[in-house]
């Protein structure tokens, strides 16, 4: 059975950070590439930040500089940190996995997803 779950969300002060986990099971951890999507109310669900593979990792211009996404294959999880969080960041982040070597953002090219992770930036 093939799972994808999301944990860490939370609801932290503008400029504090938090680190979300992407825990998958069920599929051979190391070929995947994993994507992390977020989904504000009213808004469409967009790209934040992909590592494939090979360790090759990619970032929406939002977040450069202040989101690093990373990976261990032996624990079949993957996590963002994200840092100096912005009011803006505050949205429901989802895990996708894809067996897929090539880096994208793009939401259709994923096909597993978490059930998602609400995170608020919110004095």
């Known amino acids: 059975q093939v799972q994808v779950v999301e944990s860490g969300g939370d609801l932290v002060q503008p400029g504090g950070s938090l680190r979300l986990s992407c825990e998958a099971s069920g599929f051979t951890f190391h070929y995947l590439r994993i994507g992390w999507f977020r989904q504000a109310p009213g808004k469409e669900r967009e790209g934040v930040s992909c590592?494939?593979?090979?360790?090759?990792?990619d970032y929406a211009e939002s977040v450069k500089g202040r989101f690093t996404i990373t990976r261990d294959n032996a624990k079949n999880t993957a996590w963002l940190e994200m840092n100096n969080l912005k009011p803006e960041d505050t949205a429901v982040y989802y895990c996708?996995?894809?067996?897929?070597?090539?880096?994208?953002?793009?939401?259709?090219?994923?096909?597993?997803w978490g059930q998602g992770t609400q995170v608020t930036v919110s004095s």
């Open positions: 996708a996995v894809a067996a897929s070597p090539i880096a994208t953002l793009a939401p259709n090219e994923y096909g597993h």
């Open positions: 590592i494939t593979s090979s360790g090759r990792a």
